[in-house]
């Protein structure tokens, strides 16, 4: 069981489409981060999010933190074929001490 | 400023052979944490040192293991490598400790292949 959970898993959308990818969890984090991932590269840092409630916005990208800091949201608009990539959510767990990521989501925007 | 630079980038063992995977920070960092990547499991956290002391693990066993230089340089070592143990290793730096919600950043990992 993972403890942050991802979803969709997987995304296929047409360029020009909007997505929303989610990350949900029961417990509560110090902050969250999201990341993008290309094959044989590791992570790189899109956003840090830490107030309960903070949104922040990065050119097409909108990211959001729950009031309660258990859940997060990326939201794209009008995807483009660069946007494909894993995403990924990360944090720092309050009650375990460690950092975790959530399982990942695939996102395809075809041309 | 320079990146986490990790090296090798890529390499092939033999089962039963050890490794030794090796990252340097971004400067002023004095954490570096391990991370093990594989299709069927994502990304699971190995463990996290600052300033020379190891401060958190995860749940992998004894064969994984790793330390920290005073330069904040970190080394990560597999020993009896098992096929299973074939996987991206990315390590990541911060300015703080991991636990504190101090942003992380990666390195572009080592590919190790176990045959």
């Known amino acids: 069981t993972q403890l942050l959970e991802q979803s969709p898993q997987f995304l296929s959308i047409q360029e020009g489409e909007n997505l929303t990818v989610y990350c949900n969890s029961s417990?509560?984090?110090?902050?969250l981060q999201w990341y993008r991932q290309e094959p044989g590269e590791g992570p790189v840092l899109l956003v840090t999010?830490?107030?309960?409630?903070e949104v922040k916005k990065l050119k097409r990208l909108t990211f959001q933190f729950g009031d309660a800091r258990k859940d997060s949201s990326l939201h794209i608009t009008a995807a483009q074929p660069g946007d494909t990539g894993l995403y990924l959510c990360?944090?720092?767990?309050?009650?375990?001490?460690?950092?975790?990521f959530g399982s990942g989501t695939k996102l395809n925007v075809k041309p | 400023k320079a990146g986490v630079t990790q090296t090798p980038r890529y390499l092939i063992k033999t089962r039963g052979q050890q490794v030794t995977l090796s990252c340097s920070p971004i400067?002023?960092?004095?954490?570096v944490s391990w991370y093990q990547q594989t299709p069927g499991q994502g990304l699971q956290f190995l463990f996290e040192?600052?300033?020379?002391?190891?401060?958190n693990k995860g749940n992998f066993p004894g064969r994984f293991s790793g330390r920290q230089f005073s330069n904040s340089r970190s080394e990560m070592n597999v020993s009896t490598l098992e096929l299973g143990d074939s996987a991206l290793y990315l390590c990541?730096?911060?300015?703080?400790?991991?636990?504190?919600?101090?942003?992380?950043?990666f390195g572009e990992g080592s590919w190790l292949t176990v045959v």
């Open positions: 417990s509560v984090f110090s902050s």
């Open positions: 400067s002023g960092h004095r954490s």
């Open positions: 990541a730096s911060s300015r703080g400790g991991i636990e504190s919600g101090n942003t992380i950043y």
């Open positions: 999010v830490v107030t309960g409630g």
């Open positions: 990360a944090g720092a767990s309050y009650n375990f001490n460690k950092f975790y």
């Open positions: 040192y600052f300033s020379e002391t190891q401060r």
